[in-house]
């Protein structure tokens, strides 16, 4: 399967601690964004990559929130003291121009 | 914050009818897109159409675009079972190129 792949699927962590997610987009895309999702909701914007560079990040991505992407290829969000509101399903995507995105299945993150 | 919305929020249908969907949206896009996501599934891009495009189909898609009404529509034809599932519009701003912003989606149910 060639497509985006995300690790975990499934995260539950207690308040306070420190989460990481990992996304390996499809080889040849050279952007790659992260999304969050809430029950009910549309996917909300949190950041893009181009390579490795970090172009845009959202404003809902605080200062608990790093993400990076080493040698333009695979992409990791952090998720540092988490709180309960961040509880959401954490979408990746990539393309190979800025037009439609493939997503991966997601990471629900769970917060107790 | 969401830049489309999507009506109505929900959509039931038998099978072998039609479903149409609107969206609309704030500021002026390079592009609009639709996507489908199937219960807790990650999201699958249906179809793109350019701020120069009136209209495109792709299979029993249709989906029409009206820039000056900042809206647009989908529409499934001869829906199936298989069509159950939450459909977002997603746009591309005119001054952010590739960065998508969601509606909060339209949940259809397609009953045999």
């Known amino acids: 399967d060639t497509g985006v792949s995300q690790d975990p699927r499934h995260k539950i962590t207690k308040r306070g601690q420190n989460v990481t997610f990992r996304c390996d987009p499809i080889?040849?895309?050279?952007?790659l964004y992260w999304y969050r999702q809430t029950l009910g909701q549309g996917p909300e914007f949190l950041t893009y990559?181009?390579?490795?560079?970090?172009?845009?990040k959202s404003r809902l991505l605080s200062d608990r929130f790093s993400a990076e992407r080493p040698k333009g290829s695979f992409s990791t969000l952090e998720i540092q003291r988490t709180e309960q509101g961040d509880s959401a399903m954490y979408l990746c995507?990539?393309?190979?121009?800025?037009?439609?995105?493939?997503f991966g299945p997601g990471t629900r993150l769970t917060v107790t | 914050s969401q830049q489309g919305e999507e009506d109505p929020q929900a959509l039931s249908i038998q099978e072998g009818e039609n479903a149409t969907m609107n969206c609309s949206y704030k500021?002026?896009?390079?592009?609009l897109q639709w996507y489908r996501q199937n219960s807790g599934r990650g999201l699958v891009h249906l179809i793109l159409?350019?701020?120069?495009?009136r209209e495109k189909h792709s299979g029993r898609l249709r989906v029409t675009l009206d820039t000056s009404k900042k809206s647009s529509s989908l529409l499934i034809t001869a829906s199936r079972a298989a069509d159950t599932a939450s459909y977002f519009c997603?746009?591309?701003?005119?001054?952010?190129?590739?960065?998508?912003?969601f509606g909060a989606g339209t949940q259809v149910v397609v009953t045999p």
């Open positions: 159409i350019r701020s120069n495009e």
């Open positions: 995507a990539s393309s190979p121009q800025p037009y439609e995105q493939y």
């Open positions: 990559f181009q390579n490795e560079a970090q172009l845009e």
């Open positions: 080889s040849e895309h050279n952007r």
């Open positions: 997603a746009t591309d701003a005119a001054d952010s190129w590739g960065k998508l912003q």
């Open positions: 500021t002026s896009i390079n592009n």
